[in-house]
């Protein structure tokens, strides 16, 4: 699995989730996803919370797993 999809912004920030829309005073993520069909830019997200962005890279049951480890928190944006 690639993680350069995902990035985590900041440790703590007060936000709103571009995917839930709930409010969060939380980590926060930034996301793309990848793009099969040419020419064909997928939307930017740079506002996520950590359940969306991991329910996003890792999907199914996966995600709550992952979380739990921190696999995306090491991946810091620049």
Known sequence: M???VAKMV???ASF???I???PRYNKMYEY???SYVPRYKPEY???ICGD???KAVFGGNLWKKK???GVLDEMLAL
């Open 52 to 54: 969306c962005i991991y």
């Open 20 to 22: 839930c829309y709930k």
């Open 67 to 69: 979380k739990k480890e």
């Open 10 to 12: 900041s440790h703590l």
């Open 16 to 18: 709103t989730c571009q």
């Open 2 to 4: 690639d993680y350069n």
């Open 45 to 47: 997200f740079t506002k």
């Open 32 to 34: 793309q996803a990848y």
